[in-house]
């Protein structure tokens, strides 16, 4: 009886954390629009380094500091996004620059 519970317990587990995951992403709002989820990378941003700090002293860790470095998520976002479209948007003509070589090579070998 036991074999087959603990697959069942298992599974419950894990939803549980997943839901409870899906749950606090949803009240942060990281699922709605952008000024709110800046917002909660602000706010996360700000409580961590505390949190981080009051939990080594608690167990007498020394960990490193934490490097500053400037990063703009929505800048390397739209760096991606224009990447992507520009790609796609040359694709077309790519292939047929391809296809043709992909005949030309066959017809150079057979002459």
Same mark, same amino acid.
């Given at each position: 009886m036991a074999p087959r519970i603990l697959p069942a317990v298992k599974f419950l587990v894990k !939803?549980?954390?997943?839901? !409870? %995951?899906?749950?606090?992403?949803? #009240? /942060? &709002? +990281?699922? *709605? &629009? *952008?000024? /709110? &989820?800046? #917002? %909660? +990378?602000?706010?996360? /941003?700000? %409580? +961590?380094?505390? %949190?981080? #700090?009051?939990?080594?002293?608690?167990f007498g860790w020394q960990l490193p500091a934490i490097p500053k470095m400037e990063f703009s998520i929505a800048s390397s976002w739209n760096t991606g996004v224009e990447t992507v479209i520009g790609a796609l948007s040359v694709a077309p003509t790519r292939a047929c620059e391809y296809t043709q070589h992909g005949w030309k090579y066959p017809k150079d070998l057979i002459k």
């Amino acid at each position: 009886m036991a074999p087959r519970i603990l697959p069942a317990v298992k599974f419950l587990v894990k !939803g549980g954390l997943v839901g !409870g %995951a899906v749950y606090v992403v949803y #009240e /942060q &709002g +990281l699922l *709605s &629009g *952008s000024d /709110q &989820g800046v #917002e %909660a +990378l602000r706010k996360a /941003q700000e %409580a +961590l380094p505390p %949190a981080v #700090e009051e939990w080594t002293r608690y167990f007498g860790w020394q960990l490193p500091a934490i490097p500053k470095m400037e990063f703009s998520i929505a800048s390397s976002w739209n760096t991606g996004v224009e990447t992507v479209i520009g790609a796609l948007s040359v694709a077309p003509t790519r292939a047929c620059e391809y296809t043709q070589h992909g005949w030309k090579y066959p017809k150079d070998l057979i002459k």
